[in-house]
């Protein structure tokens, strides 16, 4: 059952914020382009303020080009005048400075921007409808290592922002009884499998994904060093009829199940039962929408379900954790520990067989 927001805002304000709304793609470039020239970290390292003219000079652009991103700056609350003085506002620190927010608009800008205009098409079909503007692949998964090296920095770095901040907390849960023979299912470059190889000497992990992926997954445990603790085991995931490589007594899944349609999570779950050793654990490390402590963090994912829909495989999303439970159930596995506020935003749960 879901419970959220209200309807209370005056009329004037639910116009304007449908102004917002329809504007929005226009006035997301002109933040972009005041966080890119340099506009905004000017006037952060200027209190005073600054004129659109000494702007102009500092920055070698055209009084013209400062003037009408300030004013679009003025509408977004990122900046304010007082007698022709611009300043830097707590939107505009954000915008200029917060990495979070980096991360977010260079995803927005570099992996989502282009496709979205087939979003619609995306809805009606069920297929990632988005992805045509880069190539012509079923999902962003099969084409991940060959996308243009900007959209797979802003992809990785997106991907890679939430997840780095949760596993310092995640190692100490996971390895509190020592080291694992791990399946790191979906673990793409194999940057949970390095920190949890560097963490614990112990730990065995098969980093199990799509044969592109385990490729760069496989350089990168060289590069490290770990190849006599780390191997790859290349699947398609999405085959229902592949089965899991068995024998673990640990399965790991970060941020991995949302990648999928909810059919997809279970037979996902149901051959992940089949992997693990009788008394073994699965955990599931995902951010649900409606265990959320901000609501920028709620608005957020909301958002990164319409990428599922548009770029990555048109059918997944960013789940309630009702229906992650719904499912974990309909594989025979129950949840035995259920953690919320690791990181920025995530939860774990503990997962063994019925």
């Known amino acids: 059952m879901i419970n959220y927001g209200n309807d209370k805002k005056s009329a004037v304000q639910a116009k304007f914020d449908a102004q917002k709304i329809a504007f929005g793609p226009m006035m997301f470039q002109a933040a972009k382009a005041l966080r890119d020239f340099g506009v905004l970290n000017l006037l952060l390292n200027h209190k005073e303020g600054k004129s659109i003219e000494s702007i ?44 979070l927010t980096k991360v977010n608009m260079d995803f927005t800008q570099d992996v989502n921007y282009l496709g979205f205009f087939d979003f619609q098409e995306a809805i009606k079909t069920g297929k990632p409808a988005g992805l045509k503007a880069f190539g012509g692949w079923n999902t962003v998964y099969e084409g991940l290592s060959q996308l243009p090296e900007k959209v797979k920095e802003s992809w990785f770095g997106f991907d890679h922002f939430y997840s780095d901040v949760a596993f310092p907390e995640i190692m100490e849960i996971l390895f509190k009884e020592g080291g694992r023979k791990m399946l790191d299912i979906g673990g793409n470059t194999g940057k949970f499998a390095l920190k949890a190889a560097a963490h ?17 997954a496989d350089k990168n445990i060289v590069d490290a060093g770990f190849q006599d603790r780390i191997n790859t085991h290349s699947l398609d995931l999405l085959d229902a009829s592949k089965p899991f490589p068995k024998g673990y007594n640990t399965i790991w899944m970060s941020q991995f199940l949302d990648c999928f349609s909810k059919e997809e999570v279970l037979s996902l779950l149901q051959r992940s039962y089949d992997a693990l050793d009788e008394n073994g654990s699965l955990f599931i490390l995902e951010t649900y929408w409606d265990r959320q402590k901000y609501e920028a963090s709620t608005y ?35 949840i035995v520990n259920d953690i919320d506020n690791i990181g920025v935003s995530h939860t774990m749960f503990e997962v063994k067989r019925k």
């Open 300 to 334: 957020s994912l909301h958002a990164t379900s319409l990428y599922f829909t548009c770029l990555a495989n048109g059918n997944s999303q960013m789940y309630h954790a009702n229906d992650m439970m719904e499912l974990i159930d309909k594989a025979n596995m129950k």
């Open 200 to 216: 614990n000497s112990d730990n065995q992990i098969t980093i199990l994904d799509h044969p592109g992926q385990t490729a760069m």
């Open 56 to 99: 102009a000079q500092e920055l070698n652009i055209s009084v013209y080009g400062v003037k009408v991103m300030l004013e679009a700056g003025l509408s977004m609350e990122m900046v304010f005048a007082k007698d022709d003085i611009y300043k830097i506002t707590k939107t505009g620190y954000f915008i200029a400075s917060d990495e």
